[in-house]
């Protein structure tokens, strides 16, 4: 079984710059997340995503990130101006039910300049 | 408010010796509890869990002990190995009415197995 994939795994940018990531997690699972990992810190949930829909975006930058799961099964995290504090590495994770593991991909480290 | 702290951001220990990392949460809503290993330039692997009705749960060379009234876990890993070497990451997860559960992660702990 395939695991989750991410994409680019490294990112540099200028701030006020967009960039976008993309993440096909792995197949059947219906629960999709994305986390923002700071150097030192441990991941911090953005958006987790019941099939096409969001369930929790509490914690997503609204000003400045946004995601979707248009087909329910890829997903894509976009920033749009990035800022010097957006630096960290972006992790997608899925999991086939409520109660399942969840899965990470190996991330996108971003660095804003 | 971290409700989830990992208070040693390192920790390293001999080949063969026992590795214990410690975990202490504050949300008395978390019910289900997990590790999970990470190592450089790749995404977090799930090692261990358990759940809030277990006291221990043992898999291998790995076991997790969850002390309730302390709000308190810990991660045993015995004999620990070179491979070892990690940053482990305590999770905490609640359940949301009408959705799937969400991890609170602590901030890890970089474990180093010497040879």
């Known amino acids: 079984e395939a695991g989750v994939a991410q994409s680019p795994r490294y990112k540099i940018i200028e701030k006020r710059q967009s960039v976008a990531f993309w993440c096909n997690p792995i197949?059947?699972?219906?629960?999709l997340y994305w986390y923002q990992q700071i150097l030192g810190q441990g991941p911090k949930l953005l958006i987790q995503f019941q099939n096409n829909g969001v369930v929790d975006d509490s914690q997503l930058p609204k000003d400045r990130f946004s995601a979707e799961r248009l087909k329910g099964v890829d997903s894509t995290l976009k920033i749009q101006p990035a800022k010097l504090e957006d630096s960290a590495v972006y992790l997608c994770a899925s999991r086939r039910g409520p109660t399942d593991t969840q899965y990470f991909g190996p991330g996108t480290r971003l660095t804003v300049l | 408010d971290q409700q989830v702290k990992q208070n040693s951001p390192s920790l390293s220990v001999q080949e063969g010796r026992i590795s214990i990392l410690n975990c202490d949460y504050t949300?008395?809503?978390?019910?289900?509890f997990l590790w999970y290993k990470k190592y450089p330039a790749e995404g977090p692997t799930f090692l261990i869990s358990?759940?809030?009705?277990?006291d221990k749960n043992e898999d291998g060379r790995f076991t997790v002990f969850l002390n309730k009234s302390a709000k308190h876990l810990s991660l045993h890993i015995v004999p620990s190995q070179p491979g070892d070497s990690a940053v482990y990451f305590c999770?905490?997860?609640?359940?949301?009415?009408?959705?799937?559960?969400?991890?609170?992660f602590g901030s890890g702990t970089q474990l180093t197995v010497l040879p």
């Open positions: 999770a905490a997860s609640a359940h949301l009415s009408g959705s799937a559960r969400q991890l609170t």
């Open positions: 197949s059947g699972h219906a629960t």
């Open positions: 358990i759940s809030s009705i277990k």
């Open positions: 949300n008395s809503m978390f019910d289900y």
